[in-house]
């Protein structure tokens, strides 16, 4: 039933343009579906290929470029104007977001879940993390999206009395307590580009993914890059084999000593 409505909300209006951004199956068929002439990234430029195929208008994007690049030329081309040279302006403001403590009370968000095991920060270098600003006296919040989230966040906060769980909220809700924090410590996920569209300082880390294709974009970012040998490797699972103090191993080059002067830093700012 849900299918069958949402399709149906789908189809009410005709559109001049769906422009699909993704370049993947699932994508290029939601654009398809809905009413209007369709466009995306030629063949040599989808994440998945045959996708091309269900557009009317296909544009060539260069593939080393950063994803928000790449998207802005896709959508000049498509529409007719010249691509943007200027920074990327969200739209956001943080005032327009309510808060999560009173003014002036700061705190630190760790987002320490993403869907991907490969991008996955050592539990260890996050206990290590907190027991950092736990010397500073600063209350730590912890987001989750789903139960294995939940769980992972409460051994973070077991026998922390500086860390709060937070309960499941709203996008928007959520969206608050990033953009009224001190400064957040984020791997490689939609959250954190969320962060980085209040010019929240923030510390991301990325092993599995490289931050010049899809790293955050905005004000006081920091980008702290794993440096081993088979990264990044863009995989979802973590294949390496061999020796490793760590898993995923390519973060043992991004320690918590690494991670905490990075943040001290955004703090003291």
């Known amino acids: ?81 010249e691509v943007p040279d200027t920074r990327p302006n969200y739209g956001l403001s943080k005032e327009d977001f309510p808060r999560a403590r009173t003014p002036g009370e700061p705190y630190l968000v760790f987002n320490h879940a993403s869907t991907w095991q490969s991008k996955a920060w050592p539990e260890a270098y996050w206990r290590e993390l907190i027991g950092r600003a736990a010397v500073l006296d600063l209350q730590v919040l912890v987001p989750w999206g789903n139960a294995e989230e939940q769980e992972q966040a409460n051994r973070l906060a077991r026998g922390n009395d500086t860390v709060e769980v937070l309960p499941r909220m709203a996008l928007r809700k959520l969206a608050g307590v990033l953009a009224h924090a001190t400064a957040v410590v984020s791997v490689d996920t939609g959250l954190g580009h969320l962060t980085a569209a209040f010019g929240t300082p923030a510390v991301s880390i990325y092993g599995a993914t490289d931050p010049s294709r899809t790293g955050t974009v905005g004000e006081n970012q920091h980008h702290l890059r794993a440096s081993f040998e088979c990264s990044p490797c863009f995989s979802r699972l973590c294949t390496y084999s061999g020796a490793a103090e760590v898993t995923p191993a390519c973060y043992a080059t991004v320690s918590p000593d690494r991670v905490w002067g990075t943040l001290r830093h955004c703090i003291e700012r």
């Open 1 to 81: 039933r849900e299918v069958r409505k949402t399709l149906s909300e789908l189809r009410l209006e005709r559109y001049d343009h769906v422009i699909d951004a993704q370049g993947l199956y699932k994508s290029a068929a939601i654009a398809r579906l809905a009413r209007g002439k369709t466009a995306g990234y030629a063949p040599d430029s989808a994440r998945e290929p045959l996708a091309a195929r269900l557009y009317s208008q296909r544009t060539s994007v260069p593939n080393d470029l950063h994803a928000i690049d790449r998207g802005r030329i896709l959508f000049a081309r498509t529409l007719g104007y």
